[in-house]
């Protein structure tokens, strides 16, 4: 079989597209300079491994040789990997919303041999259907308008650059944030939320997993029974729909519908760190179990499927096997019973809605709870934990028979900023749960990161099969040093908190824009973009200049780095006109507003690790629900000590009360009084005074 030139590249995506009749470049110096040699325009495709669409036009339009005939001999054809090149990905697709009003994946943009786009959508069929022009119609078209009004085209290229220019320039500082926007932006959630299925808006839903952190934080200080609701149906509704895996664990990316019944079927890891983070916390808030066994399942998950043998994690699995989609995890009636038999299948069925008319294409069956379980319980005659031991063992069984079917391809390479999310959601895991797998996951992930893709000059991105490529973009430093925050407060070693603090300074040297405040997204001496492109809302995955502030805001705590809080100050400010205007565009960035407004209680714990007084401190630290805090810890007789005290202000001065560990409640410059055991620290951190 015959490959053109991304049989050189290690990204899964690009592999994929390596045998097409199309004559693909990856994108870089050599087809930017045979596309100005040859006076060619450029066809530029971005897409990601998990990409249903991608596939779909794969094989109706990349495979077909005629159309790969057409696009051989009159562009430059350029592929990239959205996941590997964020910044192309986000320059590129400004430039389809601004000129088509939508977005999406497959991207399809022509661009000028100089690299400017004129043209652009997403997917195209391979012939004229339900009023969509065919790609053959639009590679002709393109064609004879570049032969006939190429002056045209590239003054309408140069126009349309100013414009995405200026939209990437930002509005500048638009005042310090106030307070009144997180009740601006918890109102305009309350306004979207969806009473009957949860979520907020209609079909299609995305789980909402930073901004219910957002509410979760409200909630805790005006115990809104409204909030409530929207945060606990919200969750609820999610983790009984088709978009949860209920034999893997794990969450796909989306549900086509408002009931969260049918995903798009492919599994990103970074939803899945950032729904256990917030499942996590809303088991803090409430207490409720389900919480509980969801983020542990989502963990579970990725450790047993998604993780890579150095110790990071792998992208993301695909929607499609065998080129359906969703086949992996649909299930009939019939197959159902001749694993289980007829009384257990029968109660599996009725509990997870396997019908014999389905509820997904081919009359399968995506599983899902129909009713909640107390009220399923009830009518077998069963307690909620029999019902439970029992369905454990059905799972079990039907997930080992489906570990048997052909598995959905597995986008194996590993990205820094994805795994600093998963390194957050995995020391979060083991405070939370005490679970020692979680711990001991996030120092192999940190280390991974630590040995495999810090370098002397800074952070890289990618890695794959042994290779670590492409330089590091703001988000990897953001969500990597806040990653090792957590870990930090989940290990108290110190050399995570250090490397973390060593991040930010490096962050800040090669993004922080000095003039209008924020950061941008890529260094000051990339080549291959028109502009240097700033990531400012909170999207699939919180942006960039979100975690930076957050996780300055929490450093600046930790280690007393002034600096460092008034540059989330200046971050924040610089964002602020933005989020005035649609505060549920940055969420997430309004997280980091509340952290920096009600200022973190700070929890220091002197004592022995191994104490059990220590550890019942360490656990009612970490399990109380706090909107905002940071924990310390300082063993007297560390021979670190000294080290670890002029890194941490928080800890100096502090020395055991009597025999056992003490804790030391501050916030604000103001302290409470030493505490030694638990129900007292419970009460400290729950006094809303401090």
């Known amino acids: ?50 990409c249903h669409w991608c596939h779909v036009m794969e094989r109706e339009s990349f495979e077909n040789v005629s159309i790969a005939a057409i696009m051989n001999r009159h562009f430059v054809n350029i592929k990239v990997d959205r996941e590997e090149r964020p910044d192309l990905d986000d320059f590129f697709m400004a430039f389809v919303q601004l000129t088509t009003g939508g977005g999406g994946w497959p991207m399809s943009v ?12 997403t997917y195209f069929p391979p012939e004229d259907v339900y009023g969509r022009r065919g790609f053959p119609f639009i590679l002709k078209a393109v064609t004879q308008t570049w032969s006939v009004q190429q002056q045209q085209v590239l003054e309408s290229s140069t126009s349309l650059l100013a414009e995405l220019q200026a939209n990437f320039a930002g509005t500048g500082p638009g005042g310090m944030l106030k307070p009144e926007i997180l009740d601006e932006a918890v109102q305009q959630m309350l306004d979207r939320f969806d ?119 792998c992208s993301s699995e695909d929607a499609d096997s065998e080129g359906i989609e969703g086949k992996f995890y649909v299930w009939t009636p019939g197959e159902v019973f001749s694993a289980l038999g007829n009384q257990h299948g029968k109660l599996f069925c009725d509990y997870y809605d396997v019908t014999n008319a389905g509820n997904f294409e081919r009359n399968l069956s995506i599983l899902h709870l129909r009713v909640d379980p107390a009220t399923f319980a009830q009518s077998y005659g069963l307690t909620l934990e029999q019902l439970e031991a029992k369905l454990s063992s059905l799972r079990s069984q039907l997930l080992e028979l489906r570990g048997k079917r052909f598995r959905p391809h597995k986008d194996d390479k590993v990205l820094t900023e994805w795994n600093g999310l998963m390194l957050s959601a995995l020391a979060k895991g083991y405070q939370i749960t005490g679970d020692l797998r979680y711990l001991d996951a996030a120092r192999d992930c940190a280390q991974f990161l630590e040995t495999k893709l810090l370098k002397e000059d800074g952070l ?29 407060e989940a290990s108290f070693n110190i050399h995570w908190l250090k490397l973390a603090n060593r991040l930010a300074d490096k962050m800040i040297a ?38 930076a502030a957050m996780a300055m805001l929490r450093l600046s705590v930790l280690v007393d780095r002034k600096d460092f809080h008034d540059l989330a100050l200046s971050t924040m400010s610089s964002l602020a006109g933005s989020a005035k205007r649609v505060p549920i565009a940055y969420m997430n960035l309004l997280n980091a507003f509340d952290f920096s407004h009600y200022p973190p209680q700070e929890i220091a714990i002197i004592g022995n ?81 401090l």
């Open 510 to 547: 090669n993004f922080l824009d000095a003039d209008g405040g924020g950061f941008f997204m890529t260094l000051a001496n990339q080549p291959d973009l028109p502009v240097r492109p700033k990531d400012s809302y909170d999207g699939a995955v919180p942006s960039g200049n979100s975690v």
């Open 110 to 121: 022509f661009l000028t041999p100089d690299g400017r786009p004129f043209f652009g959508g």
């Open 1 to 50: 079989m015959n490959s053109n030139r991304l049989a050189d590249e290690t990204s899964p995506y690009l592999l994929q597209h390596s045998t097409n009749p199309v004559d693909w470049y990856p994108w870089g110096a050599e087809a930017l300079n045979k596309a100005k040699a040859e006076n060619k325009p450029i066809f530029l495709s971005i897409g990601y491994s998990a």
């Open 195 to 313: 009473p009957v299925d949860g979520g907020f808006g209609g079909a299609p839903k995305f789980p909402p997993s930073y901004s219910l952190s957002l509410l979760m934080k409200q909630y805790s200080r005006s115990q809104n029974p409204l909030l409530l609701k929207a945060i606990t149906h919200t969750l609820d509704r999610m983790a009984y729909g088709g978009i949860y895996d209920h034999l893997g664990g794990g969450f796909h990316r989306y549900s086509v519908d408002a009931q969260w019944l049918v995903p798009h079927f492919e599994k990103m890891l970074y939803d899945n760190a950032l729904l256990a983070v917030t499942y996590l916390e809303a088991f803090q808030l409430t207490g409720k179990r389900l919480y509980r066994k969801v983020a542990t399942e989502i963990l579970d998950y990725v450790l047993r499927d998604m993780h890579d043998s150095p110790g990071g994690f």
């Open 609 to 689: 690790r191994d104490d059990l007084e220590a550890q019942a401190l360490f656990q009612t630290a970490y399990t109380t629900y706090v909107p905002n805090k940071v924990i310390a810890f300082l063993d007297p007789d560390d021979p670190k000590r000294t080290e670890i005290q002029e890194l941490m202000p928080l800890l100096r001065n502090r020395t055991p009360v009597g025999a056992g560990a003490t804790a030391y409640v501050c916030k604000d410059f103001a302290c409470k009084l030493p505490v030694t055991q638990r129900s007292e620290l419970v009460r400290q951190l729950a006094d809303p005074r």
């Open 460 to 488: 890289l991105r990618v890695y794959r099969q042994g290779h670590a490529k492409q330089h590091g973009f703001l988000a990897d430093y953001a969500f990597s040093a806040n990653g090792l925050i957590d870990l930090y």
